[in-house]
Each structure stands twice: as structure tokens, then as C-alpha cells.
């Protein structure tokens, strides 16, 4: 008979499609976590992956996976549920978001306002929000590109310019702005695919024919900015960003595209029964003043919950 374990256990590896980092992240022993996977597969009466070259999740696995991690969030969010209707606690919220560098003052005013209210954060790729969301692994999610809205609800929380980030004695630092076609031949230093960034530049270059340049991919956003400022390359900033740290030694310029620009959303599952602590961290993200006063550039569009 399957248990709560080893359906947990089955999740993990369909995930990492890999029975050794399985076994490491759950702690277990690799031929314990085989024989249980093994067992499953036999209860069910078929096989969940396909072992010719490499572990890889089959058709059926991929079926029963969905069907599990639904199951799953839906008695993690029954035991939090009971635990906030019987007060044992003020509550949680489990926050997911690709950068929480637009994120760290309207979280540190809700810890504020709520301090008995306990914060999860997890850093996501957007690829991943949809699904983490729809199996209540995570109660709300901030994104910077487009997410498929099937199953989902949003509320746009900023659309605001992304504009070129050059070193200070590049030609481009005293523009007034560039256009795409300029950006051709320059070396970019960017984010890895999946990443916002990344989505944007590849989009534009597709756009006008063009083939991005890139002489480093990185998921370090403080390393990104240092090796743009010493030379190696250009990339992109939010507007955001030059609001938030205006004295960085960078230049930077507007691009001539109307749709070079970056829209932050708020995303929560259409089906979840949010909690109490995650109803009130939604609110507090959707009201937060995105705009400062006076920055005409930046379009901030609020919706409801």
C-alpha cells in the first residue's frame, strides 16, 4: 500500500530524474529509494520511467506525478489550514519569485506589520511557477516575463522601461538612447535562459533578425553589474534597478523599442484556498506605492485579488 513517504519520495526523483541526487536530497540510501520506487511501479502495474540510457519520467509517471504533487499540496494546505483555524500559530506565507531585489522593502514592511507571521521565501525560475503553484508548494509568486495563465490569477504590479547598462566610457554612456540594430555587435553580459533578462534580449534580437552576442551567462546579479562596470560587456537593468542603487559607476541608456520593458505580476493559484498569512501578503504586495512620485516613465497597473 503507498504511503504519504513514498509518494514524496516518488515526486523528488520524477523531479531530478535521477535516483543518486534523489536518494542525497531526501537522505536515504539509493537502493532503499530504488526498491520504493520499484514497489510503487509494481502496485500501480506499470513502470513510471523509461531506464534505457538515463532515468527519465514516462507518460504514465508524468500522469501520476500531476495527480501526487495535487494530493500532496492539498493536505499540506489541510495541516495549515487547521493549524491557523485552531490557533496554533499566526500563520505562514511561502513567497516565490525569479529576484527579490524589487521585493526586499514591501516583505520587510509585512514582517513589520506582522511579525508572528512566518515568511518561506524560494527563488524560481518562471518556467516552474505555474506548476509549484497549481501543486500549492508556493502560496504566491513574482514574476518578470509572461507565465501561462491556465489555472492561474494574477495582478499586475509594475510596467516600467528596461534600459542598456553599459560601462561609463563606452560610446553609449552619454546617448540620449539606442535602438536594437546598435546592439548588435556589442558582447552582453546576462542572465541565464529562463531568466527575465534573458527572455527580453533574445526576444528583441529575434524580433529584428538579429543574434545576441554573449560572452557570459550568469545567475549572479551583483556579478553581472561588477563585470559590466569593469568592461567585459553591456547588459540590461529594470528601471527599477536605478532607482534602487542610483550611484552605482554604470551608464545607463533608454532603448528606442516600445516593448523594451519588463511588467512585474503577482500570481496565485485560481483553485487554492489562500491563507489568512498569505490573503494579507498578497494585499500588502498588490497596494505597495511601486511608483515613486514624479517618475512618469514607469506605468504602475494594479488589479484586485
Not at 48 to 53: E, K
Not at 127 to 148: E, G, K, Y
Not at 207 to 219: A, K, N, Y
Request: hydrophobic share 40%; net charge neutral.
Amino acid at each position: 500500500m503507498m504511503d504519504l513517504t513514498t509518494l514524496r519520495q516518488f515526486v523528488v526523483v520524477a523531479r531530478l530524474e535521477h535516483l543518486s541526487r534523489a536518494a542525497d536530497e531526501l537522505h536515504v540510501a539509493q537502493p532503499s529509494l530504488s526498491r520504493t520506487i520499484a514497489r510503487l511501479e509494481s502496485e500501480l502495474g506499470t513502470p513510471l520511467f523509461d531506464r534505457t540510457n538515463r532515468l527519465r519520467l514516462n507518460p504514465a509517471g508524468a500522469l501520476f506525478r500531476g495527480y501526487v504533487e495535487r494530493a500532496l499540496g492539498e493536505l499540506d494546505a489541510g495541516q495549515r489550514a487547521v493549524a491557523e483555524a485552531t490557533e496554533q500559530g499566526a500563520g505562514s506565507v511561502r513567497l516565490a519569485a525569479e529576484t527579490f531585489l524589487a521585493l526586499t522593502e514591501p516583505i520587510a514592511a509585512f514582517k513589520r506589520a506582522h511579525p508572528t507571521i512566518e515568511i518561506e521565501l524560494h527563488q524560481l525560475p518562471a518556467d516552474d511557477m505555474p506548476r509549484r503553484l497549481r501543486t500549492q508548494d508556493v502560496d504566491l509568486c513574482v514574476a518578470s516575463q509572461p507565465i501561462p495563465s491556465a489555472g492561474l490569477r494574477s495582478a499586475v504590479l509594475l510596467d516600467e522601461p528596461v534600459l542598456v547598462v553599459t560601462p561609463l566610457d563606452h560610446p553609449f554612456a552619454q546617448r540620449k538612447s539606442v535602438r536594437v540594430e546598435e546592439l548588435a555587435d556589442e558582447p552582453f553580459v546576462i542572465a541565464r535562459k529562463g531568466q527575465w533578462q534573458r527572455w527580453l534580449l533574445d526576444r528583441l534580437f529575434a524580433q529584428t533578425g538579429l543574434t545576441p552576442r554573449i560572452v557570459c551567462e550568469s545567475d549572479e546579479a551583483a556579478a553581472i553589474q561588477e563585470l559590466i562596470r569593469s568592461g567585459l560587456g553591456i547588459g540590461f537593468n529594470p528601471d527599477f534597478a536605478r532607482r534602487a542603487v542610483p550611484d552605482y559607476p554604470v551608464a545607463r541608456i533608454p532603448v528606442d523599442h516600445p516593448e523594451c520593458r519588463r511588467t512585474l505580476s503577482l500570481l496565485w493559484s485560481a483553485d487554492a484556498n489562500l491563507s489568512t498569512a498569505a490573503r494579507l501578503m498578497r494585499t500588502a504586495i498588490t497596494s505597495w506605492p511601486w511608483t515613486p512620485p514624479g517618475q512618469g516613465e514607469v506605468r504602475p497597473r494594479r488589479a484586485g485579488p
